[in-house]
């Protein structure tokens, strides 16, 4: 029984642990979104565009019409043929970037041409993705964490709410909010590139340009900048970001590997600590499950006390999402019990995304393929 115990043990500490941390989780979402917002500075809302994503005028549409009283919207690509026709919001500018620096992703350089198009007298920089429909008080709530000078810059999340919602498309939104399960109070890991918001004078002060040279994510770069100025990154959970994307199975598993694949290169030490987890986590249900089918009721019983609590945290991610976005209160009737049901599933896929990515470090992202390697100091000169 060494090796049942070796890998179970270590898993019950970690489901315990993650169960108080949920609820910890929980209650810092409830005071958030409770909490009243005062000062509204001035913001620029950069996001990138490149082709058509499912929904983008409505996306577009939903970022022009933001409950915030001061905001200019850039819709920025590497060039006009990115733009598709009929998609654009009267309330907006277009930056063309026309990068060409081999060794840096399209999109960092068109968020870089687009920070330089920005007006000057917006105090805050806040950053979208195409394929996300912003609720209409998203920015007020993006940008609220920053009244704290501690707080170097702001994230929100995604919630994958695919329409009508087939196997592949539920479980990916399932796998994501693991991620987002990571983001809570105090200090987090990351921001996600989605649903950022940094100071203006924090961005230059931190040197975010630097680090947005030889690099293909933004937002793991710029979690690193506002580290290494040893400021913290504030979750605010009422920026989070409805998705209706929706993808096959084997979309699914190409687009785990890239996201995990990113990690491992610009975010190694998050990358080390999932991988370990999930090889207890597995390797204890595996084990589990075989001491229960070779006779012994422990297995059977150590199996549930993996399981349950995984399944309660799923319920419980969906509910917290649902009170962030109550105008999708039917999706989440029909779906968001499946979060819960596929929860022990996720987990397996979670350790597939893993290993997986430890091999190779070449993804394809929009159009290009890339060679992912961590820039160095001297390479952000």
């Known amino acids: 029984m060494f090796w049942f115990w070796f890998l179970v043990g270590p898993a019950l500490i970690l489901t315990v642990a993650s169960v108080i941390a949920e609820r910890g989780r929980a209650a810092y979402i409830a005071s958030r979104l409770a909490a009243k917002r005062s000062d509204r500075p001035p913001v620029t809302v950069i996001v990138p565009v490149k082709g058509r994503d499912e929904g983008l005028r409505e996306n ?82 993006l940008v609220d964490p920053l009244a704290d000078e501690s707080v170097g810059a702001a994230t929100g999340f995604r919630w994958f709410t695919p329409q009508p919602a087939n196997f592949g498309s539920v479980l990916r939104g399932v796998w994501d909010a693991v991620s987002g399960g990571m983001l809570g ?24 340009l630097e680090y947005w040279k030889n690099t293909v994510s933004d937002d793991y770069a710029l979690s690193a900048a506002v580290h290494a100025a040893g400021l913290t990154i504030a979750y605010a959970p009422g920026a989070l970001v409805p998705s209706p994307e929706r993808v096959s199975l084997s979309e699914l598993f190409s687009w785990a590997r890239r996201q995990i694949t990113i990690t491992r290169v610009y975010a190694r030490d998050l990358w080390l600590r999932g991988l370990l987890a999930h090889l207890f986590y597995c390797g204890a249900m595996a084990a589990s499950l075989v001491a229960g ?10 199996l549930a006390a993996q399981v ?8 419980r991610r969906a509910a917290m999402a649902r009170l962030v976005l109550p105008e999708y209160k039917a999706w989440f009737r029909r779906c968001g019990w499946l979060h819960a049901l596929y929860a022990p599933l996720a987990t397996w896929l979670w350790l597939w995304a893993l290993l997986a990515a430890a091999f190779g470090s070449t993804i394809k992202w929009r159009g290009y393929r890339y060679e992912l390697k961590k820039p160095t100091p001297a390479e952000r000169v």
Do not use: C
């Open 60 to 141: 577009l549409a939903a970022l022009a019409s933001l409950d915030y009283p001061d905001y200019e919207l850039l819709i920025v690509a590497h060039s006009a043929a990115d733009i598709p026709p009929g998609v654009l919001p009267a309330r907006s500018r277009i930056v063309l970037a026309h990068g060409d620096r081999p060794h840096t992703g399209e999109k960092v350089q068109n968020l870089v041409a687009a920070v330089q198009a920005a007006r000057k007298q917006s105090r805050v920089f806040a950053f979208a993705d195409s394929d996300g429909r912003v609720p209409r008080r998203w920015l007020e709530a």
């Open 185 to 208: 109070p105090g200090d987090n890991p990351f921001v996600w590139g989605g649903a950022m918001a940094i100071r203006k004078q924090t961005f230059f002060q931190v040197r975010i």
């Open 293 to 302: 089918l070779h006779g012994h009721p422990v297995g059977w019983w150590m």
């Open 308 to 315: 349950l609590p995984g399944i309660w945290k799923g319920a």
